[in-house]
T-cell receptor
Framework: DGGITQSPKYLFRKEGQNVTLSCEQN?????MYWYRQDPGQGLRLIYY???????QKGDIAEGYSVSREKKESFPLTVTSAQKNPTAFYLC?????????????FGPGTRLTVL | GNSVTQMEGPVTLSEEAFLTINCTYT??????LFWYVQYPGEGLQLLLK?????DKGSNKGFEATYRKETTSFHLEKGSVQVSDSAVYFC??????????FGKGTRLHILP
């Protein structure tokens, strides 16, 4: 089955530690995205990537970093510079940015910083 | 720039009631329009979509019609169930920009 996997589903970290969230897709999509969702809120775009080895900042990139070394993988690192990292993180992919195409989502990772 | 505006929630209805969630958009060009649904603790799932004016998207009893003259894509269902309780997001995508989501509307269905 094609789809997007995110791991782990729940993640706990101590304040001041960096943490990396995994996102893998086997849909052969060029574009991948990371969103943050806070309780009762909509989606906010953190970073997106249109092609391997290239990515762009979204609306709330400060305190986050990404890499895109392989087409199927787009990990997100939440650094200690992110002031309020506790949130639900969603990864998504689509055929490409500007394709007017459907975006497919993973199940999400809930990060709690203690 | 492109934008999506959807009605604020929460929306609370009794089972078997008629549902409408309003969505209007602003876009340059000819966008595709989407409704996504998010069940508690999960990612978003595509519910339905329409790619051109007057198209009707439908799935699981939900429908939405792409109205270019009113720049709207309202979500409707004739008889809601408790299992429809979720957050619903309207979205648009154009050929020159990434997808834009509305803020979401939380729906509660009472038995």
């Amino acid at each position: 089955d094609g789809g997007i996997t995110q791991s782990p589903k729940y993640l706990f970290r101590k304040e001041g530690q960096n943490v990396t969230l995994s996102c893998e897709q086997n849909l052969n999509h060029d574009a991948m995205y990371w969103y943050r969702q806070d309780p009762g809120q909509g989606l906010r775009l953190i970073y997106y990537s249109q092609i391997v080895n290239d990515f762009q900042k979204g609306d709330i990139a400060e305190g986050y970093s990404v890499s895109r070394e392989k087409k199927e993988s787009f990990p997100l690192t939440v650094t200690s510079a992110q002031k309020n990292p506790t949130a639900f993180y969603l990864c998504a992919s689509s055929a490409g940015v500007g394709y007017a195409d459907t975006q497919y989502f993973g199940p999400g990772t809930r990060l709690t910083v203690l | 720039g492109n934008s999506v505006t959807q009605m604020e929630g929460p929306v609370t209805l009794s089972e078997e009631a008629f549902l409408t969630i309003n969505c209007t958009y602003t876009a340059t060009g000819y966008p595709s329009l989407f409704w996504y649904v998010q069940y508690p603790g999960e990612g978003l799932q595509l519910l339905l979509k329409a790619t051109k004016a007057d198209d009707k998207g439908s799935n699981k009893g939900f429908e939405a019609t792409y109205r270019k003259e009113t720049t709207s894509f309202h979500l409707e269902k004739g008889s809601v169930q408790v299992s429809d309780s979720a957050v619903y997001f309207c979205a648009l995508s154009t050929r020159d920009d990434k997808i834009i989501f509305g803020k979401g509307t939380r729906l509660h269905i009472l038995p």
